[in-house]
């Protein structure tokens, strides 16, 4: 089907529209009625950024693709929720469609609709109707309850009759008349200052080769405070998990920045910046502790015989106290002064030009960054080449926390290299860490439930049954533990691969004339 | 997908009538329709007042998927689109004769609608050819209409029989009284007559009435037209008999 959505600029090029419009075809009014639109997508856009929309529209939300409104899915859920995730909702097609792309964010209202439309037919000279014009007023309405007014044309075609369509587009065009884009959701987003899919976690900036390194350092450590201040809303309203991940992802990678490239700010400066990240990092530690544990519970339950599933429940029951209670005190300090202050200093910290303070801080980051990049390469693949099946596990606790720090130097600094290498490194680079990743959660998982189990005092039929199940889980999870550091060596070889040392060397050795 | 195909080798029984007034109320259900005018007079596009296609010939009717699709026009009904008569389809029969496997080859052109549509109705010609097998062939099921008369019934037994040899796997056949006239008493008698043989038989009927003779002046199917009269309700209680029926062949196809 084809649309085309237009809007008028006054009286006067209405009557001109309708004239036009009465001279080749009859025109009959159809029919007037209210029709009043949610539109849903996470905070970081998922749905916006792979080309989808999820309206609630006529008590059903439809998954509709956003280019040429194709409808996907649709399911009768009632609008009676703050924020839904794919399984909140009833139709298996949605829930399908949905799960992969949103995983752990939950879909939130973005703004609403109000449309009152008033349709019209127009026929050809069998009184055939051809095309439908529909005049709609909109009321547009954000998060924040700010809404403006609109009036907008909607013309749609009648299957088979394209070419009658096209003939009126032309006449639309031709007389002048706004076109909106057809779906115009971006248009009411941006008429918000909020522009759809701006917000991510990831940062990238385009750097110059030459640029200040201090510059680059305080433009880098300005975004990631921009995304702490962007997710503490979301964080307080305790909307998603994914929020507080964020956030604290952001706070790990201003204090990687801060520690890698330490000489090329004012000590002072970093000093301060850092105590202030540290304390961000602990105050929300524990409810991210608390929210990972939370997600292991269908893990358990699926290492468990279907008789003892609902054993672990006493277990969950009180983590989930727990987490709420955690929720409440960070809640507290997100809205307190001290709190407000620090994300303030951070500001101020930053606001101060540097460039002045050091002849270091002149240095290109292009280079600065392939040095602090290589060192840590090099770092990385001399303790893992160590590591033995005598190796104590701590030993590849601190490889996975090296691995770290080199992934977020190469994501932050991205820009300066070719695309192509610097994505294989980081590729190759993501295995190793997914391999350490697993070994890190494995023992965590199984220090937690020894710490629990230690401290059980149940006696009865139900806490015995509680601490055998336990135990056994922790059987499981040990097995799982030291499979994934077998694994380890396997994985540690292909990292160490010919193919990678040559990329590395490629792309941050600095040569002798400087380049 | 079902497709469902109003016949008689007679003209003039109420064919296209039936055609257009059961997909109008399938359509109106939520069904997505679609209804097809193989008859060259195209008096179903008459009354959705849709012109016939021009650039739709036998040959790419056959052959071309995105041509036949193109055909296609919404009526201005919610869910009913039709593919309008074309006299240049004249010639299907002809062109069908010239090609291997004849007798499925409208079928295999429906079948490309498999997703797009729930139901396709075909208002079939009233002749008997090569393109009359092919809707044979298509259809789950085809509505007989017929006139209560000694002759109608006669045509109708010969068709019966015809179909028989033919052993068509899936089509099941009903005989629906159409321009009934319970006053003549020519058409009482001929109608018990088929209720004692146990004809498969529709239980409604459809009387003759001037609104229904009137679609062609006011080109809209009666049952849009008057919602409320007794011959729509007739019309979709013979539509409950339809869907009764075809879902019904679906249970014992599974038993099998």
Known sequence: ?515 | MKIISVYNIKGGVGKTTICVNLASIAAHEGFRTLLVDLDPQGAASFYFRIKPVKKLGSKKFLSSPKKVFKAVRGSDYENLDLIPASLSLRNLDIRLTEMKKSQSQLSAVLKQFENDYDIIFIDSPPNITLLSENIFNASDMMIIPVIPTTLSVLAYEKLIKFLKEKKYKKLHTSLLLSMVEMRKTMQKLTIEKLLKDKENMFNTRIPYKTEIERMGVYREPVVVKHPRLKVTKLFMELWDEVKTIIELKVVMKKVH
């Not at chain 1, 799960?99 to 019209?120: D, E, T, V």
């Not at chain 1, 220090?447 to 629990?452: G, R």
């Not at chain 1, 490629?506 to 380049?515: A, E, M, P, Q, Y």
Request: hydrophobic residues 35%; glycine residues 4%.
């Open chain 1, 1 to 515: 089907m084809n649309e085309i959505v237009f809007r008028i600029a006054g009286a006067g090029q209405e009557e001109e529209l309708q004239k036009i419009l009465s001279s080749r075809y009859s025109m009959g009014f159809r029919e007037k009625g209210r029709n009043d639109e949610i539109y849903f997508d996470t905070f970081d856009w998922r749905l916006f950024n792979n080309n989808l929309i999820l309206v609630y529209s006529d008590s059903e939300f439809t998954l509709k693709e956003y280019v040429n409104n194709k409808k996907i899915a649709r399911d009768s859920s009632k609008n009676n929720l703050k924020k839904y995730f794919p399984n909140t909702f009833k139709s298996e097609v949605l829930r399908k469609s949905l799960s992969n792309l949103i995983q752990l964010r939950a879909l939130i209202p973005i703004c609403s609709c109000k449309k009152g439309y008033s349709l019209f037919k127009l026929m050809n000279e069998d009184q055939k109707t051809i095309a439908i014009l529909s005049i709609e007023e909109l009321v547009i309405s954000n998060d924040l309850n700010k809404s403006f007014t609109e009036k907008i044309f909607h013309l749609s075609s009648i299957k088979g009759y394209d070419k009658e369509f096209e003939k009126i587009e032309k006449i639309i065009i031709g007389l002048g008349l706004t076109v909106l884009h057809r779906n115009y959701l971006a248009y009411i987003y941006e008429h918000f200052g909020r522009e759809p899919g701006a917000y991510s976690a990831k940062v990238s900036i385009r750097f110059l080769p030459d640029m200040f390194t201090s510059e680059a350092v305080r433009i880098i450590l300005s975004k990631l405070v921009d995304i702490i201040i962007e997710c503490e809303a979301g964080i307080k309203k305790d909307i998603d998990i994914e929020f507080l991940h964020d956030y604290r992802v952001s706070v790990r990678k201003a204090r990687v920045i801060l520690s890698e490239l330490k000489s090329y700010l004012p000590e002072s400066v970093t000093a301060e910046f850092k105590q202030i990240l540290i304390e961000l990092g602990n105050q929300t530690n524990q409810l991210r502790d608390l929210d990972v544990y939370m997600l292991k519970k269908a893990t358990y339950e699926s290492y468990l015989p279907e008789v003892l599933k609902k054993e672990l429940n006493p277990l969950f029951d009180q983590i989930k106290k727990e987490r709420q209670s955690t929720f409440r005190k960070l809640k507290r300090y997100l809205n307190s002064e001290t709190y407000k202050n620090n994300v303030l200093q951070l500001g101020y910290l930053l606001e101060e030009d540097y460039v002045s303070d050091s002849e270091r801080g002149k240095h290109g980051v292009l280079n600065v960054s392939k040095n602090v990049i290589l060192k840590r390469y090099k770092k990385i693949l001399k303790t893992g080449r160590t590591i033995t099946s005598k190796s104590k596990d701590e030993e590849l606790h601190e490889l996975r926390l090296d691995c770290k720090k080199l992934r977020y130097l190469l994501e932050l600094f991205a820009s300066l290299y070719e695309e192509s290498k610097i994505n294989f490194l980081i590729t190759q680079l993501k295995m190793l860490q997914d391999n350490l990743g697993d070994f890190n959660d494995l023992s965590v998982q199984q220090e937690k439930m020894e710490l629990y189990l230690k401290n059980y005092k149940g006696n009865s039929k139900g806490e015995i049954n509680l601490a055998s199940v336990i135990g056994g889980l922790i059987t499981s999870v040990h097995r799982k533990q030291l499979e994934a550091r077998e694994t380890f060596y396997e994985t540690f070889r292909k990292f160490d691969s010919k193919e990678n040392k040559k990329v590395i060397k490629d792309l941050f050795t600095i040569s002798r004339d400087g380049k």
